[in-house]
C-alpha cells in the first residue's frame, strides 16, 4: 500500500503564490507517476500537473501550463506543486495521486489517492 498526504493549501489573494506539497509512504518502489488534481466545487475533477519519478518528466494541463510547476524528491519521497499568478478559478481542492504509469493520469485514474488540500483564492 501507498499512503499520501497533502498540506499547504489556504487562502491566497488573486495574483499570489502557494506551494502545496504530498508526503508519499509505503510501497514507494512501486510508484514511477506522481499527479496533481483538483475539484472545484460542482465541477469535474481536472488533472493538474503530472511528473515522472524515473525521469522527471511534466506533464500540465492547459490551464495551468506556464503558472504551476510540479517537483520533487525522490529520495524524500515529497512532491510539490508551485503555483504562481493564482486566479479565483484555481479555487479547489487540490490532491495528490500516485501510480506506477504516467498513462494513469492522462486517465484521471490514479491508483492511490490522498484527501486533499483546501486553495481558496480570493481578495
Known amino acids: 500500500q501507498v499512503q499520501l498526504v497533502e498540506s499547504g493549501g489556504g487562502l491566497v489573494q488573486p495574483g499570489g503564490s502557494l506551494t502545496v506539497s504530498c508526503a508519499v509512504s509505503?510501497?514507494?518502489?512501486?510508484?514511477?507517476?506522481i499527479g496533481w488534481f483538483r475539484q472545484a466545487p460542482g465541477k469535474e475533477r481536472e488533472g493538474v500537473s503530472c511528473i515522472s519519478t524515473i525521469d522527471g518528466t511534466t506533464y500540465y494541463g492547459d490551464s495551468v501550463k506556464g503558472r504551476f510547476t510540479i517537483s520533487g524528491d525522490n529520495a524524500k519521497n515529497t512532491w510539490n506543486l508551485q503555483m504562481n499568478s493564482l486566479k479565483p478559478e484555481d479555487t479547489a481542492v487540490y490532491y495528490c495521486a500516485a501510480d506506477m504509469a504516467v498513462a494513469s493520469w492522462f486517465l484521471g485514474d490514479m491508483t492511490y489517492w490522498g484527501k486533499g488540500t483546501l486553495v481558496t483564492v480570493s481578495p
Open positions: 509505503g510501497r514507494t518502489q512501486d510508484i514511477y507517476a
